[in-house]
């Protein structure tokens, strides 16, 4: 066990990690997963904590928690490419255990396909214009 890197901080941090649970909870203002709410089984359509991903091991930051859409619109993603960044997302998210009811992995891979051909479709069609 190693003492948890926060400045200030004398806790220890529970291997692998850096930081202590309390350190992590308060940089990310959030709680564990042991103890957050399962996903709701219908879709608000508005905020929710779905979309946030925990970072507890930055390359150099401290622990953080991203928002999806905060990077969808940090990198001008185009609807196409917002899409299939979202259909990663939660096929993810089915993988560890945090999935929506009746998704599937299978599912959303074909929406990064579906999604991945109109790029390819609105690409050529750029190239076909400049020609």
């Not at 529970?14 to 350190?23: G, K, L, M, N, T």
């Amino acid at each position: 066990m190693t003492q948890c890197k926060h400045i200030g901080c004398s806790n220890t941090a529970a291997e692998p990690y850096d930081y202590c649970i309390e350190c992590f909870i308060k940089a990310n203002n959030r709680t564990t997963s042991a103890t957050k709410p399962a996903p709701k089984d219908t879709s608000s359509g508005g905020n929710n904590d779905y979309w946030l991903i925990p970072v507890p091991h930055p390359k150099r930051l401290d622990p953080y928690t991203a928002e999806t859409e905060d990077i969808i619109e940090a990198l001008g993603m185009t609807f196409q490419e917002g899409e299939a960044f979202k259909a990663i997302i939660r096929k993810c998210k089915l993988r560890m255990g945090e999935g929506k009811p009746g998704d599937s992995e299978i599912r959303n891979a074909e929406k990064v396909a579906h999604f991945g051909g109109r790029m390819v479709a609105m690409e050529q069609r750029k190239l076909e214009c400049t020609t």
